[in-house]
Every structure is written in structure tokens, then in C-alpha cells.
């Protein structure tokens, strides 16, 4: 019986060892397959640095674009470990992973601005934070005819109930899509409709961006109407932008800590850099200095 119970402990203790070096094999920070979650208003530029970023390693990142709200309650339930969100995990939030016997770790990679457009038959490219806050609270003095959200749910919605000061509108003439192309399209078809996305949305290609107009934003601080941009945003002077951040709380060597890495780094910062987002670290440039000038056809 002894016997038995020494080969069955064993036997158990080879299988444990096996699972964990085989999950070691699969993923490693460069190589193996993992599930990010992403803000859908951000989804442009993620895809952007997967593309590099599985092009260089031997790695497979699976990007699923859903609403804030959605995100992180995945985190707090472990059912998914890398996410990129507009905001930094609350106190109370990280506390609850932590009970997961995780420790998120949350990194600034570069930020964002929320764009305001409108049909360009709209004579009209200028608005006030006031304007936007008074509509929220659906207050009668407001030019607005109707607010276009991605989702319910969205990061955009909470940024603005928050200047507003309010945690829901009650507004009837808010209407919400599944994804900021969809906006887009909605905007560009309607009249008067206001949307709301985030700035790599209004950097991609698309035909639908011909018929709609970017609006400037008035900074309360000085009075002037900003047009969102990587240079107003470096300046900060447009009042709606937000920080961006890749939160990962795998709790091992895995692919969170690669890509975080590899967003944070030279290669990723300098793909933010083009893309028209503000990157938390501005990539240098290297100049090459010759003493003297190569003479053509030696």
C-alpha cells in the first residue's frame, strides 16, 4: 500500500512538473500565444504595435476589443491577465487582483485625446467643454443635438460624465454603436450629430473621415479653441486628453511583460510617434556626424 501511494505521489509530482515546464515552453516574454483585451477606442494603434511586434518574435497576440467596463471585470475575475486601458486601475481595483495572489503591474506607454466630430455640412468647428457637460445634464441652453458613443459602457462615457460631474445621463438624445468606425460612419451620414472617439481613429484610413469635421475644444485656462493633436497634446493645451496604459497581471515571465516592454520601448514609442499619439518617452534621434564627405565614383 505504501508502495502505491509513493508511485501515485510520484506520478502526480512528475505531471505538475511536466504542465509547468510545457506552459514555460509555450510562453516565455518573446514567444508563445496570449490574449490581450483592449479598449476599442484604441484598437488602431495596438494593432500597429502587434504587427511589429509579431514580425520581430516568435509570439501570437490575440487583441479582443471591448468596452472599459467589460476589461475590468475580466481583471478582477482572472479571466484575463494583459489589458490596455485609458485610466490606471483604482486603489480598490488593484486590491482585488491582488486577492488573486497577482500584482498588476501598470505601465505608461503614451497619450490620447478624445475627438469631437461632426458632419462637415455642420457650419460650425468650434465647442465648449461647458457645451458638452450641459447636455450631459440635459440642460436646455445647449446647441447640441445629439451625442454618438462607441458603447455604453465606453471609456469616453465615463471621461465625460466625469466632467460633468454626474456618474449617468439621463439624456434621450444619446446614442452608442458598438466601435468608433461606427461612429464615424453615423456622424458623417447625420447632421448635427455630434461623435466622440479617440484620436488613432481619426489617423486611419478610411472614406467616411471626408465627410466629417474635427473639432477644436476651448481650454478653459486660456480661452482659445485647441484642435486635438500630437503637438497640442505635448503642449497640453487640449483639455481632453488621457494617459494610456498596459496592465498586466500574468504573475509570471509570460508575453505581458514582453509586449509591455516592447510598447514602453525605443521600437513601440517611436510607432506611437507616428501614428499621431503623444508617447510617454520621446525617441531620440540618432545623427551620424562625418568628418569628411566619401568621394563619388572612387
Not at 508617447?279 to 556626424?289: A, D, E, M, S, Y
Request: proline share 3%; with cysteine; aromatic share 8%.
Amino acid at each position: 500500500m505504501k508502495k502505491i501511494l509513493v508511485f501515485v505521489t510520484l506520478l502526480f509530482s512528475t505531471a505538475i512538473t511536466y504542465n509547468c515546464n510545457k506552459k514555460t515552453e509555450e510562453e516565455t516574454i518573446l514567444t508563445g500565444n496570449s490574449t490581450v483585451m483592449v479598449d476599442e477606442s484604441l484598437l488602431p494603434i495596438l494593432e500597429e504595435q502587434k504587427q511589429i511586434f509579431e514580425a520581430q518574435y516568435k509570439a501570437t497576440i490575440n487583441l479582443v476589443p471591448s468596452s472599459e467596463i467589460e476589461i475590468i471585470d475580466a481583471l478582477l475575475k482572472d479571466s484575463i491577465q494583459i489589458a490596455v486601458l485609458s485610466q490606471k486601475l483604482s486603489i480598490g481595483d488593484s486590491l482585488r487582483i491582488v486577492k488573486h495572489k497577482k500584482h498588476p503591474k501598470q505601465t505608461q506607454f503614451a497619450t490620447d485625446a478624445i475627438v469631437l466630430i461632426i458632419n462637415k455640412k455642420t457650419n460650425d468647428s468650434l465647442i465648449t467643454i461647458q457645451e458638452i457637460t450641459d447636455f450631459l445634464k440635459q440642460s436646455n441652453t445647449t446647441k447640441i443635438k445629439g451625442l454618438v458613443f462607441d458603447n455604453p459602457n465606453s471609456s469616453s462615457v465615463r471621461y465625460l460624465n466625469g466632467l460633468a460631474g454626474i456618474k449617468e445621463s439621463r439624456n434621450k438624445n444619446i446614442y452608442s454603436f458598438k466601435t468608433n468606425k461606427e461612429v464615424i460612419k453615423y456622424v458623417s451620414e447625420n447632421n448635427g450629430m455630434i461623435g466622440v472617439v479617440g484620436l488613432n481613429w481619426i489617423e486611419q484610413s478610411n472614406p467616411d473621415l471626408e465627410n466629417i469635421v474635427v473639432l477644436s475644444v476651448k481650454n478653459p485656462k486660456s480661452n482659445s479653441y485647441i484642435y486635438p493633436s500630437q503637438n497640442s497634446l505635448a503642449e497640453k493645451t487640449y483639455p481632453l486628453a488621457r494617459d494610456l496604459y498596459i496592465i498586466n497581471s500574468q504573475g509570471y515571465s509570460g508575453l505581458g511583460m514582453g509586449f509591455s516592454s516592447f510598447i514602453a520601448g525605443e521600437v513601440g514609442q517611436r510607432i506611437l510617434l507616428k501614428s499621431g499619439l503623444l508617447p510617454f518617452k520621446i525617441p531620440g534621434r540618432n545623427i551620424i556626424i562625418r568628418n569628411k564627405l566619401e568621394k563619388e565614383n572612387k
